[in-house]
């Protein structure tokens, strides 16, 4: 994944979740998983430092590391996202973890890490 010239961030952050999550079958809580997914590679995208997937779980789980990068992002649909989401309740925590493990198998493998890039550059530290 990378910023496209001319193509809404939004629309980008979209398509990347939907292959993430595209072996699950569809539901209610694959919606909501799938909007905390597009919501997390957008907000890495707004970011003017470059991402890889490893900056996604850094995102739910590093207050430090979300706290920079929220402070970077421009569309306020998306801050009031941050805003109104509560990170420590139990019910976000559950939420959450569907994605992390989608995630897993892809963040072990470090050639995978590299090959989906969110904007990512040669050279920077993948996170």
Known sequence: MHKTAGVPLNEVAESAAEVILSTVPNSDSLS???RLLSMAIQTLLE???VHTILGIEELFRNDQFRNRVIAKVKDPYVKRFWKNVQLQDKEFKEEVEPILNRLDPLLKNPAMRWLLPVGMDVGRSPV
């Open 32 to 34: 909501r998983t799938k």
């Open 47 to 49: 970011d003017d430092q």
